[in-house]
C-alpha cells in the first residue's frame, strides 16, 4: 500500500498544479464565448500575462505585485480584442491569433530588451514566487490513515493560484446559470437581437465577458511563472491556451465538466513527466521524451476529432451583432 501511495499521491498532486492554468484559461474562454466572442487568444494572453508576472516579480521582488502586472497585461490585450471583434466588428479569429503572435514577439523582445537573458527573466527566489501553502492541520490529518496520505500529500502544498482556479469552478457557474448578469451574458451569446430588444447593451456584456477572460488569462499566466516555474522563457505557455480551448469544447461550454476536462488533461501531463526516464517494459530503454511531450496535445486531436460535432458552442459566438434599426 505504501509503495502504491509513493507512486499516486504525487501524480494526483501534479494533476491538480498542472491543470490549475488549463482550468482559469478554459474559464477565461467560456466567459467570452459565452457572450458571443470566440477568444482564440487566450495562449498569446496567458504568456503575455506570464511575462508580465515574472518580469514584475524579478524587479520588484513581490509575487502579488506580479500577479496585479498580469491581470493588467492581459487584460490590456483582451480589451484590444474587445475593441476588434465588437466596437469594429472584425473577424474574431484573425484578432485572436494576431494577439498570440502579437505577444509571442513582444514578450521575448521586452525580456532580452529589459534583462539581456536570451529572452529570459532572472530567477525568482523567496517572495518573488507564490510559495506552497500548508493545509491547516496537516500533522494531525496526515495521522488518519490513508485518507490523511492523500489529503495531505494531494490537497495541501498547492500555491495560492492553484486553489483559486478551483474556487472559480463553482463561482463561474453561480455566476453564469444564478445571476441576472450571468443570464444576459448567455443570452448575448444566444440571442444577442432579444438583449438588444429588452434595452440591455450588447456590446456592454461582451466588453464584460472578454475582460473577465483577460482577468483569469492574467492569474493563469502569473501561475505557469510564479508559480509553476520560478522565471518566464520564451513560448513559456507550450499551446495551454489552445488546450484550454479544446477541453472548452469537449465541456460543451459548461464549467463543471471543463474542470474534468481540465484534470483528464493534467493527468495525462503529470503521468507524462513521471514517465520521463523510464526504461520501456521489454526494450530497456527509456520512453523517448518527444513522444511523452506530444502526449496532451495528441489527446488534444483526439478528443476534439470525437466531439467537435457533437459540442454546441453558442449560436451567436463568433458573429459580430450589428443593431437593426
Not at 466596437?87 to 513582444?106: D, W, Y
Not at 532580452?112 to 492541520?137: K, S
Not at 475582460?211 to 513560448?235: D, K, N, R, Y
Request: hydrophobic share 60%; charged share 10%.
Amino acid at each position: 500500500m505504501e509503495a502504491t501511495l509513493d507512486l499516486v499521491v504525487p501524480i494526483l498532486a501534479a494533476t491538480l498544479r498542472v491543470a490549475a492554468p488549463l482550468i482559469l484559461a478554459a474559464l477565461a474562454g467560456l466567459f467570452a464565448e459565452r457572450s458571443g466572442v470566440v477568444d482564440v487568444g487566450l495562449e498569446g494572453k496567458m504568456l503575455f500575462a506570464a511575462f508580465a508576472a515574472a518580469a514584475t516579480a524579478a524587479v520588484t521582488g513581490s509575487a502579488w505585485a506580479g500577479l496585479g502586472a498580469a491581470i493588467l497585461a492581459s487584460s490590456a490585450l483582451a480589451l484590444i480584442h474587445a475593441f476588434a471583434c465588437v466596437t469594429l466588428r472584425g473577424s474574431q479569429v484573425v484578432s485572436g491569433m494576431a494577439i498570440n503572435v502579437l505577444a509571442a514577439g513582444l514578450s521575448a523582445t521586452l525580456a532580452l530588451a529589459w534583462f539581456r537573458q536570451g529572452g529570459q527573466t532572472p530567477p525568482l527566489t523567496g517572495a518573488a514566487r507564490f510559495a506552497p501553502i500548508p493545509l491547516p492541520g496537516a500533522e494531525w490529518i496526515a495521522e488518519v490513515p490513508l485518507l490523511g496520505r492523500l489529503l495531505v500529500g494531494v490537497v495541501g502544498g498547492h500555491a495560492m493560484p492553484v486553489y483559486v482556479a478551483f474556487a472559480l469552478v463553482p463561482l463561474a457557474a453561480f455566476v453564469l446559470w444564478r445571476t441576472r448578469f450571468g443570464l444576459r451574458l448567455r443570452a448575448c451569446g444566444e440571442n444577442p437581437g432579444a438583449v438588444d430588444a429588452a434595452g440591455v447593451s450588447v456590446a456592454r456584456l461582451r466588453y464584460a465577458g472578454v475582460l473577465i477572460a483577460g482577468v483569469l488569462c492574467g492569474i493563469a499566466g502569473a501561475a505557469i511563472s510564479t508559480a509553476q516555474g520560478a522565471q518566464f522563457s520564451p513560448e513559456m505557455t507550450a499551446g495551454r491556451g489552445f488546450i484550454a480551448l479544446a477541453a472548452l469544447i469537449v465541456a460543451n461550454w459548461k464549467p463543471w465538466p471543463v474542470l474534468w476536462t481540465c484534470l483528464g488533461f493534467g493527468l495525462l501531463d503529470a503521468v507524462a513527466i513521471r514517465l520521463q526516464g523510464v526504461p520501456v517494459p521489454g526494450l530497456g530503454v527509456p520512453f523517448p521524451v518527444q513522444a511523452i511531450q506530444a502526449l496532451p496535445y495528441v489527446l488534444t486531436v483526439i478528443l476534439l476529432a470525437g466531439f467537435v460535432g457533437r459540442a454546441t458552442a453558442p449560436r451567436a459566438a463568433g458573429v459580430p451583432y450589428v443593431k437593426e434599426r
